[in-house]
């Protein structure tokens, strides 16, 4: 049988928090709502159902702008168009994902994460036809952390984008990414579906004044006939809504004693993902975006001259509430608040962290949404399934670690169990024997019984370390052949998803990979798909 899924826990690449959460493990059912079910989906709609009309019609038109802004022409009858302007009503929900600015899409699961949106979306409207359901890709322009997303890997190497701009990502500008997309071109070769990418990318990177308006224009590129809404949160209309709730954390950092509070209670039994502070806020102006901190009765913005009074601080907040950005922490509560959701989609990572939140929303009267952990894919081309085929190891094999999957192919190879455990099973049978003697006769004789026991033990592990390399010498085209299948499809010795880029298949598969995946993911399947080229 081909196998075209794993369990998460049978990859052992997920953590424990996240393979108990998806087994709806009762130990965590304080840290979520309605675990992610269709059927769970009808409650979550009714808690829902009372979103804020005003926020609706402020969300809908400021996403209209912000198409208009990045120099997209949306008509009405475009799919993309119809979800922004259904937003107003009181009968369409969102279900998000969120991700960085990575220049040219960044690892591959950036697009598993946003086809799983669309495929929920798609199957909550089967499933309510009454209701309307909304894919958003939530860009995270503000962060500033511009070391993670300037380049891709491809082809063994590193395509670096080098800028001195510092400040949110999504204001940059685009300079030096056009020498790179040439750059690009030449690596990806004269084939048709090389060329269609680059276009892509000209088209993006080209017509855009900043990263975030470039990241709009790539994603809609890719998903337009979906309808896909791209939210960018860094607008003055949409963080006015959010005035009480950042005030609450400057001043009473009550989001901070809620998160620590339910962090306690999961490090009792995993681990913390984040880590909360006093104040969740960024000051973000022009190139800045620095930490707010309290010393006495100031505000400072760290490695700034910058500081407020209570009084200063409040005026500015109600004046210009987009010069306040949310960390980590409080942006899933920012996402929440102005969008009519019902999911959020991430990988494990982001699963676990908003597993500290649930109490916050609680305290903000904010519904928490369903957490959903994306479909996870390994793709395979097909010279590598051929050669996968001739060393008859099962695709669940390459999930091991390199110098396991060699032990097990050897282990199946070889003409004796490479573990000696009959071996050991016999030595261990004999010197029990050896004990019983040493007692009826003279007691003293039992150290020295145990100590040859462990000796031969010790020189039975060495023949086994000895069997298997002269083995390994023995397989040696073999192993070499294992290694490079093992290195195509985990690059680094990492997922393919989160190492490798879209430039890698799509020149082979052109948009074709797209409608695959749209076609075979199913965001509430919880596998990690194995997909063939």
């Known amino acids: 049988m081909i196998e075209d899924s794993l369990s998460f826990r049978e990859t052992e690449c997920f953590s424990q928090l996240i393979c108990d959460y998806l087994d709806q493990d009762p130990k965590l059912k304080d840290f979520y709502n309605r675990f992610p079910t269709l059927e769970n989906f009808k409650e979550q709609i009714v808690a829902k159902s009372n979103f804020s009309l005003e926020i609706r019609e402020a ?52 697009v598993y994460k946003i086809v799983n949106a669309i495929n929920l979306a798609t199957n909550l409207r089967k499933q309510y036809p009454q209701y309307n359901f909304v894919p958003i890709y939530w860009m995270a322009t503000e962060d500033h952390d511009i070391e ?26 685009t300079a030096g990414l056009d020498l790179l997309i040439e750059e690009l071109a030449e690596h990806l070769g004269p084939a048709q579906n090389s060329k269609e990418l680059i276009a892509i990318f000209r088209k993006a990177y080209h017509d855009s004044d900043n990263l975030a308006a470039a990241t709009r224009i790539l994603a809609h590129q890719l998903f337009a006939e979906q309808g ?60 800045i975006r620095e930490r707010i901190v309290k010393k006495d009765k100031q505000w400072l913005v ?44 991430g990988g494990g990572g982001e699963i676990a962290y908003w597993l500290q939140l649930k109490t916050m929303f609680a305290a ?23 050669r996968m085929a001739d060393t008859n190891l099962k695709v669940k094999d390459f999930f091991k670690p390199l110098h396991k999957l060699k032990a097990h192919y050897l282990a199946d190879g070889m003409p004796i169990d490479p573990s000696l455990d009959e071996f050991e099973t016999k030595i261990q049978s004999i010197f029990d024997e050896l004990e019983q003697i040493a007692k009826l006769t003279e007691k003293s004789m039992l150290g020295a019984v145990n100590a040859q026991r462990q000796k031969q033990l010790n020189g039975l592990a060495n023949l086994k370390k000895k069997l298997v390399r002269a083995e390994k010498r023995k397989h040696k085209v073999d192993m070499e052949k294992i290694e490079r299948i093992y290195y195509a499809l985990f690059p680094n010795a990492s997922l393919q998803e989160r190492h490798d880029n879209l430039c890698a298949i799509y020149p082979i598969e052109g ?22 080229g």
């Not at 993670?148 to 204001?171: C, F, S």
């Not at 948009?511 to 063939?532: Q, T, V, W």
């Open 228 to 287: 896909l809404v791209i939210v960018d949160g860094d607008r003055k209309a949409l963080k006015a809504f959010m005035k009480p709730v950042f005030q609450d954390d400057l001043l009473h950092h009550s989001n901070y004693e809620r998160v620590v509070e339910a962090s306690k209670d999961l490090n009792q039994l995993y681990f913390s993902q984040v880590f909360p502070r006093e104040i969740n806020l960024f000051y973000l102006k022009d190139t």
């Open 511 to 532: 948009a074709n990979f797209i409608y695959r995946l749209l076609k075979e993911l199913d965001p509430l399947s919880f596998n990690f798909r194995i997909l063939r």
């Open 59 to 110: 969300l809908s038109n400021d996403l209209l702008a912000q198409y208009r802004e990045a120099g997209i022409e949306l008509k009405e009858t475009d799919f993309a168009s119809q979800n922004i302007r259904s937003l107003k009503e009181p009968n369409t929900f969102t279900v998000t994902t969120g991700h960085q600015l990575n220049i040219f899409t960044g690892p591959l699961y950036f």
């Open 148 to 173: 993670e997303i300037n380049y891709i890997n491809l082809y063994g190497g590193k395509l670096q984008w080098n800028t001195p701009q510092k400040g949110a990502v999504g204001r940059m500008n």
């Open 302 to 345: 760290l490695n700034t001259t910058i500081s407020f009074t209570e009084d200063a601080l409040l005026a500015e907040l109600d004046a210009n509430p987009e010069r306040f950005s949310p960390n980590v922490v409080l942006r899933p509560l920012y996402q929440e608040c102005i969008l009519p959701n019902l999911a959020y989609i």
């Open 364 to 386: 903000q009267k904010i519904e928490f949404p369903c957490l959903v952990l994306r479909n996870s894919v390994l793709w395979i081309e097909p010279k590598w399934q051929n």
